[in-house]
C-alpha cells in the first residue's frame, strides 16, 4: 500500500502541461495499490460539478482507470475549488474528505487538511472565507448560469492577487498558535495552501508543508507514505 498526498496542483484549460504532469502522475502510481489524497486547490478554479470541458474529460476518464486498477482517490476542497461536490468525485468513486482529517497509518496518526485555515493572521481572507463557504450562498452560486460563474470565479481570483500584493509574508504564512493546536493528539500534520514546501519540526512533531506545482521550474514536491507510516518528501517533475 502505498499513500500518495498532493495539494496546489491549480490545474486549468490554461495550462495543459500541469494537467499532462497530473495523468503522468496517475499512470506512475497506477500499479502501485495507491491511496491519492489531493489536499485541496486540485483545480485553478471550480465553478460547478455541471462544468464540462474536453481537457476535463481526460482527467476523469484517466481517474477512472486509476480506480479500475484498484486505487482510491480522496479530496479536501481548497480555497479554489470549495465548490466542487460529491457529484463530480462520483464519477470515478473518489471521496470527499472533510476540512480536517485524521488517518491511521502504521503507528503514526497525520492530520491532513488545505491549510488555509492555519492562516488565521490573514484576517480579510478569513471573512471571505466565512462568507463564501456559506452552505446557503454556495446553493444560490451554484444555481446561477455557468457563464456567471466563470465571470465570477475570474473576478475572485484578480482581487486575490491583488490583495496578495499588500500582504506581508508572516500575514500569508500560518499562524503558530493554530499550529500548535492542530498538532494536539496526532504525530503529523500534512498541508497545502502556503506555497512553501518545507518540513518544520514543532515540540518534536513534524509539520509537513506540500508544494505547489510549478510549471515554470516544472517541479512539484509530494508526499509519499509507506504502509508503516515512513515517509519522504519527493521532488516529482512534471514533463
Known sequence: MTYLFIADLHLSPEHPRL???FLDLLNQYKNRNTQLYILGDWFNAWIGDDYTAPWLEAVIDALKQFHQAGNQVYFQVGNRDFALGQ????????????????LKIGNKTFQLEHGDALCT???????FKKIIRNPVILRILKSTPLSFRQKLANGFRKKSRESQQH????IMDVNAEAVNQALNNIDIL????????????VNGKLRIVLGDWRERTSEAMILEVDENGEWQLIHWNIK
Do not use: C, M, W
Not at 91 to 98: E, H, K, S, T, Y
Not at 121 to 127: F, V
Not at 190 to 201: F, K, S
Open 190 to 201: 500534512i498541508h497545502g495552501h502556503t506555497h512553501r514546501p518545507e518540513i518544520h519540526t
Open 167 to 170: 500582504k506581508t509574508y508572516e
Open 121 to 127: 493572521d490573514d484576517i480579510s481572507y478569513q471573512r
Open 19 to 21: 494537467v499532462r504532469g
Open 87 to 102: 457529484k463530480f468525485l462520483d464519477q470515478f468513486n473518489a471521496i470527499l474528505l472533510p476540512d480536517v482529517y485524521t
